[in-house]
């Protein structure tokens, strides 16, 4: 969060200063999409962060999805963050502080910012962790339900009595997928012109609800293996929630600080139409993807069907094992690996 604030910052100082085709860089579309993207989701992950912990404190639920997907949605989109300040910055952007300083400009961190928010995605649940561990607690009660009669192994007597159970849960779950809220032109009006993002997020939902379903009766007991399938599903959920929370963050900040006029709302309308884009998007690879395609060519990519693809590499590693309980660090390193990064 506070990594978003300072790319806030730098760019909007940066793209004022620099100017490029007679106008400052930040009035060109190219870098002006990118400082709404930095400042809109800076907003939204402090609002995220905040509701999450919020929850935590009042001990009143089981917050293990809401504070798993707080931290996968975060440590995504802080990077992406950093890299559109380094983009914008150019040159400069890839240059360390200590080079900037010695030519006498100011020293801006931010290649140091990209590579140590690179290291979120990874450490404490890795992205692709994060997505299992996500997926499975959200689709747990239709595994619970199913039981039996996704058992490949179970007779025809348990397929039977899992399909009486299953059959009494899905009768009344179902048609809760049906209308709702999302519906009702007047939904959510308290939230002024943020209402319109709430009822997407409420119809979406439901949305989400009868693509796991489908997911799940089309693959059974292999869904757990769909990883493309149920990371975008997760995906999904997470930009959902980020939309929540910025638009009760918006609500809340324009009735507590009036001073700050619509701008709380401007951010928050801003991210909305953003992530809106990206989920559309992610519903459209649900279904439309090469995860089957990708799949095949990593297996054989690794049974060496591709080795003449490396041919003529001049392999930079320090000779060694390939896998061991440790790695050189920077200073380790030869010379020659250090120049190649």
């Known amino acids: ?46 609002a995220m962060l905040d509701l999450a912990g919020q929850l935590a404190d009042d001990k009143a639920a089981d917050i293990r999805i809401e504070a798993a997907i707080a931290k996968l949605w975060a440590s995504e989109h802080a990077y992406t963050i950093a890299d559109d300040l380094v983009q914008i910055r150019g040159g400069r952007g890839y240059e360390t502080a200590g080079s900037l300083a010695a030519r006498g400009e100011r020293g801006v961190p931010a290649e140091q910012l990209l590579r140590d928010l690179r290291i979120n995605r990874i450490f404490e649940g890795s992205s692709e962790v994060m997505h299992l561990f996500i997926a499975r607690e959200a689709v747990d009660a239709h595994l619970s339900v199913a039981g039996d009669l996704i058992d490949p192994d179970a007779d025809r007597a348990d397929r039977a009595r899992a399909l009486a159970k299953a059959g009494g849960f899905y009768a009344r779950w179902l048609p809760t997928l049906v209308v709702g809220q999302g519906q009702v032109p007047s939904a959510f009006s308290e939230f002024g012109p943020l209402a319109g993002h709430l009822r997407f997020v409420e119809r979406t939902a439901r949305r989400l609800a009868r693509s796991t379903f489908y997911g799940m009766s089309r693959w059974q007991g292999r869904l757990e293996v769909k990883q493309g399938f149920l990371g975008r599903i997760v995906d999904i959920g997470a930009e959902l929630f980020a939309m ?13 600080h009036p001073e700050r006029g619509e701008t709380p709302f401007e951010l928050a309308d801003a991210f909305c139409r953003q992530a809106r884009l990206r989920v559309e998007a992610l519903f459209t690879d649900l279904w439309s993807n090469t995860d089957d395609v990708d799949g095949k060519l990593s297996r054989r990519l690794m049974d060496d069907s591709y080795t003449w693809l490396e041919e003529g590499v001049l392999d930079p590693s320090v000779p060694g094992p390939m896998i061991g309980p440790a790695e050189p660090g920077p200073s380790e390193l030869p010379d020659q690996r250090r120049r190649m990064g």
């Open 1 to 46: 969060m506070a990594a978003g604030k300072w790319s806030t910052l730098v760019a909007r100082e940066w793209s004022r200063e620099r100017v490029q085709w007679g106008r400052p860089i930040g009035r060109h579309e190219e870098v002006a999409k990118r400082i709404s993207s930095i400042a809109a989701t800076t907003y939204a992950m402090e």
């Open 244 to 256: 929540s929370a910025v638009a009760v963050r918006a609500r809340h900040d324009a009735d507590a």
